[in-house]
């Protein structure tokens, strides 16, 4: 899939812009804060309606408009058949304080008012849509923030892959609401529907976990291969679950306490879904006391986490700036990899900040492999490069293609 166009509306600092990109690599230069990472944020939230930069809709709107819009046009060819697809969102408020932003997205000018609805929908159909793999300065909270971030991250890599994981993970946010609801009330003579909800969200549980666990075998054979060729010499890289209930799992489940070190002898076998079921209820009969007291479930896919390891220490806490910045190069260059031998398709790869968040020997690297690469790619940066790809000079929200000259050198 080939963004052909791209079409921005009253979008963050931008008041209308056409970008016709190259299908292979486009450099969008310029200085800080004149719109660079508004076109890659865009094709960010038309991939996955969210932005890789802020939470709220309505700081996507231009100040002193009440709307926005975001449009691409899409071609694919697949089995000798070329696709087009029309790809828009909308963002809409009635008062000018925006409190209240309305999300509206479109596929071939069919809209979607849910998230869900947009994303099965794209998800289930690779010609509707593309999908965008984004390495950009909040990464780091992959590694240093809070696990609902990396939650939310495995749950984005596996559903663009599996269209059932995102279905089995929306019926499992149900039963958990709703499983909640009766801990909530405190009232032990509802054990029985307790157990009812249980029992489902055991079985959601374990189907969840087998899919993240096979994402993780696959990442385990190219992870740490990634890394030495970005900084060779480097301890090895591992990706690692954290559960409070999973059993061990040699290199890819550990206990959620034993965060300090740990040590790495090969791959085990994934357990089998008898096994994950049965350790998901001795888990829960532990702790059903104190979920009753909190109120809320404490054992799921919801409270799972997952990290990365140096050598055999964790490299939250530990590892440099450098050597996370190198660990997360090679996490997104495996889920390009990843994707791409799962689904047969191309993702977009977009890089933002380019100029910043890499030093010059991890930039070199970058940059061979966008020249080797075919998928698509949009870099930002602040310097301009002496490697082949398309140029864009970007000043005060305008687009248009670079020449070289002074205004493309470093700002």
Known sequence: MIVEKLILKNFRNIRESIFVPSPTVNF????????????????????????????????????????????CYLTS?????????????????????????????????KPYRSSTQFLSRRFGSFELGFH???????????????PGIRRAYLNRVIAAEDIDYLK??????????????????????????????TEQLGKLTVILTQKRLNWAQRLVGRLNETLQRIAPGQPELRWVILSNWLPEIQDLAINNNKLTSVHFSGQGPLPSLEL???????????????????????????????????????????????????????????????????????PLFLLDDFSSELDQ????????????????????????????GKRYWVFSGVIEEGRHDDRTKTF
């Open 28 to 71: 969008l230069v310029g200085p800080n804060g004149q719109g660079k990472t508004s076109f890659v944020e865009a094709l960010g939230i038309l991939s996955t309606l969210r932005s890789f930069r802020d939470s709220k809709s309505a700081h996507l709107i231009r100040w002193g408009q009440l709307s926005s819009e975001i449009c």
């Open 132 to 146: 965008s793999i984004i390495f950009n300065p909040s990464d780091h909270d992959l590694v240093r923030g809070d």
């Open 168 to 197: 089995t993970l929306q019926k499992c946010q149900r039963v958990l609401e709703q499983r909640n609801t009766v801990l909530k009330a405190g009232d032990g003579i509802q054990k029985a529907i307790l157990d009812g909800f």
């Open 361 to 388: 020997r991890r930039r070199l690297f970058l940059l061979k492999f966008l020249m080797e690469t075919d998928l698509q790619t949009f870099v930002t940066t602040t310097e301009d490069t002496s490697f082949s």
């Open 276 to 346: 994950l079921e049965r350790s998901f209820w001795a888990k829960v009969s532990a702790l059903e006391g104190a979920e009753w007291r909190v109120g809320h479930s404490l054992v799921g896919p919801h409270r799972d986490d997952w990290a990365l390891f140096l050598g055999n220490q964790i490299l939250k806490g530990h590892g440099s700036q450098g050597e996370v910045r190198s660990a997360l190069l090679a996490l997104k260059l495996c889920e390009i990899e990843l994707f791409r031998n799962f689904t047969g398709h191309r």
């Open 77 to 109: 060819t697949q089995d000798s058949e070329v696709w087009n697809t029309e790809l828009k969102v909308s963002f809409f408020t009635q008062d000018e304080k925006r409190e209240h932003v309305t999300k509206v997205a479109f596929i071939n000018g």
